[in-house]
């Protein structure tokens, strides 16, 4: 019986490599080239790179490809159509830094309501600071979250236990949560307006000039999702205005963010340059662990966990 050929990068083999079953057949590769002439032989293949579009490529030169494996939770870049017209099962990343950018949203979130930036800018001085530079309580505040996928759950989670009265948007609404159509009348409500949602052609640019122009003046907009659901531009001239309180965006558009970008400079706003998934040690173990289980499953005709919707794009 012929083996089945799977492909990856070299940075995980040193975690799975000793752990694949007789069935398997792997090629590694280190470099873009070496993926795209390896790409054509996967029938499982795992291509993650930095670059989207590299990626991308490489992705369209596998055109046996059954099964594509991906750390990432997000596949805005990837040839979804070429992959939907293959019949190619798709699987991410999806809740594998959901904690550590949980954990992420409330440091950020303390460190506006505290002032924590001031605190350590003094410190730098060497300057004893006698009051506070930041006073609002997350206690007893309201927070918009958009989103409630495996990063959103674990952010309401942690918002609850700090007594923040959530409100969630999704698709599929409940009892205590928004529909899609409804959070845009209710912005004024809130104190932080949270965006997890995924990058589609639905959520491109959903907070732009209208949105900002009706947050509370002191609302602060949190992005742990993508920069484009953000009109950018739109929020530089909100937060140059002041017209909201601040904002806390680990993503924008482009990345890296441009050094001249006016972003960097304003005090109202807080750039983490996309680290929120990065603040962990587990990312490559808790993915291999999955493919690992995933790796069974194909081999015995089970469905592949997360399966990605490559309709919706996530």
């Known amino acids: 019986m012929s083996k089945v050929k799977f492909v990856a990068a070299s940075l995980i083999r040193p975690m799975i490599e000793a752990h694949l079953p007789d069935w398997v057949e792997p090629h590694w590769f280190m470099t873009k080239d070496e993926a795209l002439a390896l790409a054509p032989l996967a029938e499982i293949g795992w291509f993650d790179m930095y670059d989207k579009q590299d990626m991308a490529a490489i992705i369209t030169a596998a055109t046996n490809l059954k099964w594509l494996n991906s750390i ?10 070429a992959l939907k017209k293959r019949g190619t099962k798709v699987t991410n990343g999806a ?4 904690i550590t950018i949980a954990e992420y949203v409330v440091m950020g979130m303390l460190t506006i309501a505290k002032g924590y930036r001031d605190v ?6 060497h ?4 009051d506070s530079p930041g006073k609002v309580e997350l206690y007893g505040s309201k927070a918009l979250l958009l989103g409630y996928g495996a990063i959103g759950k674990l952010i309401d989670e942690r918002l609850k236990a700090f007594n923040v009265d959530v409100t969630v948007v999704r698709r599929t609404p409940g009892p205590d949560s928004l529909a899609p159509d409804a959070w845009r009348a209710r912005l004024g409500e809130f104190d932080w307006v949270i965006l997890a949602v995924p990058a589609t052609a639905e959520t491109e640019e959903m907070i732009g000039a209208d949105e900002l122009a009706a947050m509370k003046q002191s609302a602060v907009l949190v992005n742990i999702a993508r920069g484009s659901v953000i009109d950018q531009d739109a929020l530089v001239k909100a937060l140059q205005e002041k017209q909201i309180g601040a904002a806390f965006l680990d993503v924008t558009t482009p990345e890296p963010l441009p050094a001249e970008h006016p972003l960097w400079g304003l005090d109202n706003c807080h750039v983490t340059m996309h680290l929120s998934g990065r603040a962990q040690d587990k990312m490559f173990a808790r993915s291999a662990q999955r493919f690992l289980e995933n790796l069974r499953r194909y081999h015995k005709g089970e469905r592949l966990e997360p399966l990605v919707n490559l309709d919706l794009g996530y």
């Not at 350590?120 to 001085?125: H, W």
Request: glycine fraction near 12%; proline fraction near 4%; charge should be negative.
């Open 127 to 130: 300057e004893w600071l006698i």
């Open 95 to 98: 809740g594998i830094n959901a």
């Open 120 to 125: 350590v800018r003094a410190q730098e001085r």
């Open 72 to 81: 990432y939770a997000g596949v805005d870049g990837m040839p979804l159509s």
